[in-house]
């Protein structure tokens, strides 16, 4: 069985056992995230789609850590004044085991 859910304004697709990252939660290491927006259920030829949302259906997860995305690196720069400026920046991120899912 797999749902679409909704996390922090994005989708993802998730399956029981695995784990996803999504960007960071408030929500304390070892800790089981509840309010998250079931969009789609799927198992098989059985899809139920939401509208927006499924009625009924939950998605729990843990959360196994927070940490740091890759950093990104934007150089900015004005032809013929050297002007120049190089900024790095790194997303907060948290990775959640998906538990279990109902339908």
């Known amino acids: 069985m797999f749902a679409i859910i909704r996390v922090s304004g994005k989708q993802y697709r998730v399956e029981q056992g695995t784990q996803v990252l999504v960007d960071q939660l408030d929500t304390q290491v070892g800790g089981n995230v509840e309010n998250v927006e079931v969009l789609m259920l799927g198992d098989g030829d059985n899809i139920q789609v939401g509208a927006p ?33 190089r900024i790095g920046a790194r997303a907060h991120q948290t990775l959640l085991k998906i538990d279990s899912i109902t339908a």
């Open 53 to 85: 949302t499924v009625a009924g259906a939950t998605v729990s997860a843990t959360v196994v850590r927070h940490q740091l995305g890759k950093k990104i690196r934007v150089f900015k720069y004005k032809a013929k004044k050297n002007y120049r400026r």
